[in-house]
């Protein structure tokens, strides 16, 4: 069984910093790629950051510059440290990974980006 439980989110002024943590159950975590989506109200789901197994890391344009996705394989965590922070990054943040065939995602966590 995959469980993924996010946590670090809050309210935070334009500008400033929010670092995001998945800890992740399983012994799959250092084989696989571990990825933050985001979901803005009345907006798709959006790919922020990906981190692969071998250490290879993506990033939406949107984030490029402000956003660093970090693994620690020995604790089965992923994190997300989001600097100069917008009010356009306001939105639920997911941790996700596939294993197996299937999706797995996390409840998500809450950002709001308010001045």
């Known amino acids: 069984q995959v469980q993924l439980v996010e946590s670090g989110g809050g309210l935070v002024q334009p500008g400033g910093s929010l670092r995001l943590s998945c800890a992740a159950s399983?012994?799959?975590?250092?084989?696989?790629?571990m990825n933050w989506y985001r979901q803005a109200p009345g907006t798709q789901r959006e790919l922020v950051a990906g981190?692969?197994?071998?250490?290879?890391?993506n990033y939406a344009d949107s984030v490029k510059g402000r956003f660093t996705i970090s693994r620690d394989n020995a604790k089965n965590t992923v994190y997300l440290q989001m600097n100069s922070l917008k009010p356009e990054d306001t939105a639920v943040y997911y941790c996700n990974t596939r294993f197996a065939g299937t999706h797995y995602w996390g409840k998500g966590t809450l950002i709001i980006v308010s001045s």
């Open positions: 981190s692969t197994s071998d250490g290879s890391t």
């Open positions: 399983g012994s799959f975590f250092r084989l696989n790629t």
